[in-house]
């Protein structure tokens, strides 16, 4: 009669310790302080100039940037290139405030970006990252995410990202729930509506990060289309590891050692014979 008791007992110890565990991980997220994503700050508007001024930045102790002087006009393409680890997403991140610098500055017309609303400097720039982000939700609303958009606008974006077949042969088409972060989707069509919803927030400042990696090169060369149409009159910040995508670009920047290395367009850092010559001279071997 006493051993059930106490066996249960027992039980119920390693489920209040589960329990704790759960908790003290729960509340560590839950506690973390949050960003002030409110309407405080200096409402922006698109810059003409934005300016990397001395700009250092690191992950805890380990320094991933140094030094970075940077100014880029409205309207310029600027191809960023280095090797895996270079620090190249760790560069564009920083431009929406995803992290901030941790020395010097990133100016925007000559104004700090710290001081600017965080919600109107994000609905400023579209990016098109390496993870792509998506929702349990329906393909619709993952493309329109966070802005408020007709079904033909949203139709007219898929099509310019080569989204559009794909996504009317899934079962309930634009109506599709895509499962946790798109577990439904092959890679090449996250890619894809992640393209969509850069197309579509239409904003003045793009950022692609290997926006095309995990396209074969058949889409790759529809969506490169989209993409280029896409860039026309926008500011854009481009990395790419295959540098043909990269060779219009109004200037490369090469990062290496978490400093630039040398900037220029596509025929003088070629004939400049430095770290892009010797870059492209291995991709064209292969
Ligand atoms: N969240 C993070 N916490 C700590 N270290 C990080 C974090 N993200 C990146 N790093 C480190 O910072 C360095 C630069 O990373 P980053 O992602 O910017 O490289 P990358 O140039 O984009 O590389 P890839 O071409 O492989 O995408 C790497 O050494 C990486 O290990
Ligand atoms: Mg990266």
């Known amino acids: 009669m006493f051993y059930q008791p106490i066996k249960a007992l027992n039980g119920v110890n390693l489920n209040i310790q589960q329990g704790l565990a759960a908790a003290a991980r729960v509340f560590e997220i839950i506690d973390r302080p949050g960003e002030k994503v409110g309407e405080s700050g200096v409402q922006a508007g698109a810059p003409d100039s934005i300016a990397f001024r001395g700009v250092g930045f690191r992950y805890g102790a380990e320094s991933v940037l140094q030094g970075i002087d940077l100014r880029v006009r409205r309207g310029e393409v600027v191809a960023i290139v280095g090797s895996s680890g270079a620090g190249k997403s760790t560069f564009v991140n920083l431009i929406p405030r995803f992290y901030d610098v941790t020395e010097g500055a990133i100016l925007m017309d000559g104004r700090d970006i710290r001081e600017l609303s965080l919600k109107s400097l994000r609905a400023m720039v579209a990016i ?79 950022i692609l990060d290997e ?21 026309s009159g926008r500011t854009t910040f481009v990395i790419a590891h295959r540098l043909s995508t990269i060779r219009g670009a109004d200037r490369i920047v090469v990062l290496s050692g978490g400093s630039i290395k040398e900037t220029g367009r596509h025929e003088e850092l070629v004939s400049s014979g430095g770290e892009y010559s010797r870059l492209y001279a291995m991709q064209f071997e292969s």
């Not at 080569?162 to 890679?187: C, E, W």
């Not at 926006?211 to 490169?224: C, G, H, K, P």
């Open 211 to 231: 926006a095309t990696s995990a396209l074969d090169t058949e889409s790759e060369m529809e969506v490169q289309k989209a993409l280029s149409n896409l860039i």
């Open 128 to 206: 098109v990252s390496q993870q792509v982000i998506l929702f349990n939700d329906t393909v619709k609303r993952n493309i329109a995410y966070g802005v408020e958009r007709s079904d033909e606008e949203i139709t007219a974006a898929a099509k310019a990202a080569n989204a559009h077949d794909f996504i009317m042969r899934l079962p309930q088409g634009y109506d599709t729930v895509i499962g946790d972060s798109g577990l439904k989707l092959s890679g090449g069509e996250r890619q894809r509506i992640s393209i969509a919803r850069a197309i579509l927030k239409d904003a003045p400042i793009l």
